[in-house]
């Protein structure tokens, strides 16, 4: 368990600010919420270089950044402010983010899926792409249980909207509890068991109708449950109703048991499969990061 260095309220996921390295929860994390400590001498505490001055102050060579660098430096502090922290060019920040890859992936494919309704050719990557309630199309084209969930409606841009808001709003919060690597694993595997999901129902309650199946609602469904059991406490907004994601998670899972089979656009079962799973990987990602706290705290 960490200590808020703000409030002294304990969970075992407060993040940890990345100028003074102190741990905060959700509401101090934020630089203006929480007594910021930025070294006078510039030592880097985090990821992100704060710039400020750093030569005649007798700081060590170590501290020092190269003299080739003070001149840039100073136009810098000068347009943006003494205190002001550089960020890397914006691609940079997309390409460093698994969230914002999936983002990007989304809205280009969404634009090819748009041209589909007008052009033969887009048509044809969206038909390829996509995947339908059938195992024998499953076995002759294997890569749409991955590529199904880049997808989205083509004119419906809510579908889109939705889950790429949902995926900003909890997708890098993720990523820096379990790391890249786990989120890009646990992500397209919800996505697939989701989708698996969606097909077994289908085909157990109607055969197989063939009926296409795209969208991130899966894999986005994963991720909302893996956080409701990493931070069941975690405040969000439902329809701008304030509440504990557990109890969303909660309400999410009775609408898609009340409304499965339903006959509508909405694959309830495939949101319902994709939040099981993610139940799943929170519950094995939150014994991770309690153990590695134990052993932090035992050092």
């Known amino acids: 368990m960490t200590k808020c260095q703000a409030c002294g309220k304990e969970e ?12 905060y929860c959700d509401e101090h994390i934020y630089r203006q919420n929480h007594n910021c400590f930025v070294d006078p001498r510039g030592v880097n505490t985090g990821k992100t270089r704060v710039y400020v001055k750093t030569y005649g102050t007798g700081a060590s060579k170590e501290t ?15 347009r943006y402010g003494y205190d002001a922290v550089r960020k890397p060019p914006m691609w940079k920040r997309i390409a460093a983010s698994p969230t914002y890859v999936i983002i990007t992936i989304c809205v280009f494919l ?8 007008f052009n033969g ?8 792409l996509l995947l339908r309630a059938s195992f024998d199309y499953i076995l002759l084209r294997p890569w749409t249980l991955i590529t199904h969930m880049f997808l989205h409606s083509q004119s419906l841009i809510f579908h889109i909207l939705f889950n790429m808001f949902v995926l900003f709003s909890f997708g890098p919060y993720l990523e820096r509890l379990i790391g890249k690597k786990q989120f890009i694993f646990m992500y ?3 996505g697939i068991i989701a989708a698996l999901g969606f097909i077994l129902f289908e085909v157990l309650s109607k055969g197989e109708t063939g009926i296409g ?18 931070n069941p406490n975690m405040r969000v907004y439902v329809y701008f109703i304030p509440m504990k994601i557990k109890y969303m998670i909660l309400i999410f899972v009775l609408i898609s048991l009340l409304f499965m089979g339903d006959g509508s656009f909405i ?20 014994g991770r990061l309690i153990s590695k706290l134990r052993k932090q705290s035992e050092l």
């Open 188 to 190: 397209l595997t919800s």
């Open 121 to 128: 050719l887009g048509n044809a990557i969206y038909q390829f």
């Open 267 to 286: 694959a309830h079962t495939a949101h319902l499969s994709g939040i099981i799973i993610g139940l799943v990987f929170g519950y094995y990602y939150r």
């Open 213 to 230: 199946l795209v969208g991130a609602s899966g894999a986005v469904s994963g991720v909302l449950g893996a956080v409701a059991v990493i």
């Open 64 to 78: 020092n950044p190269p003299k080739a660098d003070y001149y840039d430096r100073d136009q810098f502090e000068q």
């Open 12 to 23: 075992p996921t407060h993040q940890i600010c990345g100028v003074c390295g102190k741990a």
């Open 110 to 117: 969404q634009l090819i899926a748009f041209l589909g309704l």
